[in-house]
């Protein structure tokens, strides 16, 4: 059973920086494509960022220069650095993993960004 476990969230000042995590359990995280999504009040969810098994990554234009994915597949885990965090990055974040052709969801992790 593929399960994701996301932590990390909460609430930061304007310019401040988190780092969110995503435990991967029941499969081999080498082979997934892994990826960040958040979702705003009233809005879909979108992509954040993206990293490929051989660890190819892409990222919305809104977060590019701010924000890194990586993984570490000893571990089963997936980051997001989030730095320089603006108020619109406010939203609940979600863990996605691509795993032979099947979608896998995490439960989300609010993040607040306000002074």
């Known amino acids: 059973q593929v399960q994701l476990v996301e932590s990390g969230g909460g609430w930061v000042q304007p310019g401040g920086s988190l780092k969110l995590s995503c435990a991967a359990s029941?499969?081999?995280?080498?082979?997934?494509?892994m990826a960040w999504y958040y979702q705003r009040p009233g809005k879909e969810r979108e992509l954040v960022a993206r990293?490929?098994?051989?660890?190819?990554?892409n990222y919305a234009d809104s977060v590019k220069g701010r924000f890194i994915i990586s993984r570490d597949n000893a571990k089963s885990t997936l980051y997001l650095q989030m730095n320089s965090l603006k108020p619109e990055d406010s939203a609940v974040y979600y863990c996605?993993?691509?795993?032979?052709?099947?979608?896998?969801w995490g439960q989300g992790t609010q993040v607040t960004v306000s002074s």
């Open positions: 996605n993993c691509n795993y032979y052709g099947t979608n896998y």
């Open positions: 029941g499969i081999a995280l080498r082979f997934a494509t």
């Open positions: 990293i490929t098994g051989g660890g190819t990554t």
